[in-house]
C-alpha cells in the first residue's frame, strides 16, 4: 500500500478538514481501520478524503484567492497599527464579571483579577466590592483598581498577532521551565511593540487624552520549548478559548523531519495512535502524508491533529520508532504561517484574518 504524498494533495486542489466533535471523536473505528483510512492509499484525493475519518471535503466552502496577497490573506512587514476590534470580529456587550473587566483591561489575568477583588483592591462606584462575579456596566460604573480607573475602551480594545516562534522560547507568560530554570519568554518578542504602544500613549495623555495600561498579551495554546513555527498572541480571552478548545473543530498542522525516511509500517503505526497521560487516553491524528515536494528531504511528513496535545505529534513520532529532528506547526484552522516571515516575528492580523482562523470550512491543507 501507498502513502498518500503532498504533491498528490495538490494537484487534486488540497483537502477540507472537518474533523469529528470531540463526543464522536475515535468513538467506533478501531485502530487499524482508522489508521489505513487516515495514511491512505494511493487513489483519486477525493476519494481518500471521503474515506477518511473526519475529513471530508467542504462543497462551495473554497476561498478564492486575494490580489496581491499570501494564501492567507496576510500582508508582513506592515507599518499599520494593529488590530482593534472586539473578539473576533463580534461586538461585545457592556455590561461584564468584574474580574473579566479587570482582566480585559490588561491589569491581570483572570486569576489575578480574582486576588485583587478579594484582597479589597477594587471598587465600584467608590465601594469596595469583594466578589469577582458582580456585573458592571462600563458605560455607566466606574471601576478602580488601585486606585486605577478603567476605561470602556481599554476593555474594547483587542489586539491579534501571528508570531513565528523561534526553537529556544516557551509559551508562557512566567520566566521559569518546569524544573525551575530560567527561559526566553515569546511574550518577550513583542518588547519593543509595547515600548512604541506607551510611548503614544504617554503622547496621548500629555496632550490632554486618556492614557491607558498596556494590553496584557498571552499566547494562544502553546509549543515545546524545541518546536518552532505558528503561535498566536492575543490579549482577547474570549477567542483564544473558542480557538483552544476542542469544540470548536480548529485544526493543526504541522511539517516534521524524521531522522530517516519513514516506512509505510511505521506511518500506519502513527496514523493508529498512541496512549498518551494518566489515566492513558487514546490519540489519533486526523492525516498523516509524507511530503515529498522536496525531493532531497525524503524524511518530511505533514501530521494533522484536532487536539493538539502536549507533544502530541512527538509521542506519536516516537511511538512509530521515529525521532523528531525538526517540528514545526504551518497552520492553525484557516490562518497558515506566511512563508516569508523570520523566526522570531510576527504581523499584526486582519480582521479577515481573525475570522478565518475560527472558519472551519478554510483549513485547506495546501
Given amino acids: 500500500m501507498n502513502v498518500l504524498s503532498l504533491s498528490s494533495c495538490r494537484r487534486s486542489g488540497g483537502l477540507f478538514l472537518q474533523p469529528p466533535r470531540p463526543s464522536q471523536q475515535h468513538a467506533t473505528a478501531p485502530p487499524r481501520q482508522s489508521a489505513r483510512a487516515a495514511v491512505a492509499a494511493s487513489q483519486p ?3 481518500a478524503a471521503r474515506q477518511a475519518p473526519g475529513a471530508e471535503r ?23 497599527g494593529p488590530v482593534r476590534q472586539h473578539g473576533g470580529g463580534t461586538p ?5 464579571r468584574l474580574n473579566k ?22 471598587k465600584v462606584n467608590g465601594k469596595v466590592v469583594k466578589e469577582p462575579g458582580t456585573q458592571v456596566d462600563l458605560r455607566k460604573d466606574k471601576v478602580a483598581v488601585n486606585g486605577r480607573e478603567i476605561s470602556t475602551a481599554a476593555v474594547q480594545r483587542k489586539f ?20 525551575g530554570g530560567e527561559g526566553r519568554l515569546v511574550i518577550n518578542l513583542f518588547d519593543d511593540w509595547l515600548a512604541r504602544w506607551q510611548l ?4 496621548i495623555a500629555c496632550g490632554g487624552g486618556s492614557g491607558g495600561p498596556p494590553p496584557r498579551l498571552f499566547t494562544v495554546g502553546r509549543l515545546d520549548a524545541q518546536s518552532v513555527g505558528l503561535i498566536f498572541v492575543t490579549n482577547d480571552g474570549d477567542w483564544a478559548h473558542k480557538v483552544m478548545h476542542p469544540s470548536s473543530g480548529i485544526t493543526k498542522e504541522y511539517s516534521v523531519t524524521l531522522d530517516r525516511k519513514p516506512r509505510q509500517e511505521q506511518l500506519e503505526a502513527m496514523a493508529e495512535g498512541c496512549l498518551m497521560g494518566t489515566p492513558p487516553v487514546l490519540v489519533q491524528p486526523l492525516a ?3 511530503d515529498d515536494t522536496d525531493s532531497s528531504k525524503m524524511n518530511r511528513i505533514r501530521v494533522i491533529v484536532a487536539e493538539g496535545r502536549n507533544r502530541e505529534v512527538r509521542n506519536l513520532v516516537e511511538h512509530a520508532g521515529l525521532e523528531v529532528k525538526t517540528l514545526r506547526r504551518v497552520r492553525i484552522g484557516g490562518y497558515r504561517l506566511p512563508r516569508d516571515l523570520p523566526f522570531g516575528k510576527f504581523l ?19
Fill in 45 to 47: 484525493w477525493d476519494q
Fill in 101 to 122: 473587566a479587570i482582566a480585559a483591561a490588561g491589569l491581570a489575568s483572570r486569576r489575578g483579577a480574582d486576588e485583587l477583588v478579594f484582597e479589597g483592591k477594587v
Fill in 92 to 96: 461585545e456587550s457592556d455590561i461584564l
Fill in 348 to 366: 499584526e492580523m486582519r480582521p479577515h484574518d481573525v475570522r478565518r482562523t475560527l472558519n472551519v470550512g478554510a483549513d485547506r491543507m495546501l
Fill in 160 to 179: 491579534y498577532f501571528a508570531l513565528n516562534k523561534p526553537k529556544g522560547f516557551i509559551c508562557s507568560n512566567k520566566s521559569e521551565h518546569d524544573d
Fill in 288 to 290: 498523516v502524508i509524507r
Fill in 200 to 203: 503614544r500613549q504617554a503622547r
Fill in 58 to 80: 467542504q462543497e462551495g466552502r473554497s476561498v478564492p484567492p486575494r490580489r496581491g496577497r499570501s494564501s492567507n490573506g496576510s500582508r508582513s512587514g506592515s507599518t499599520r
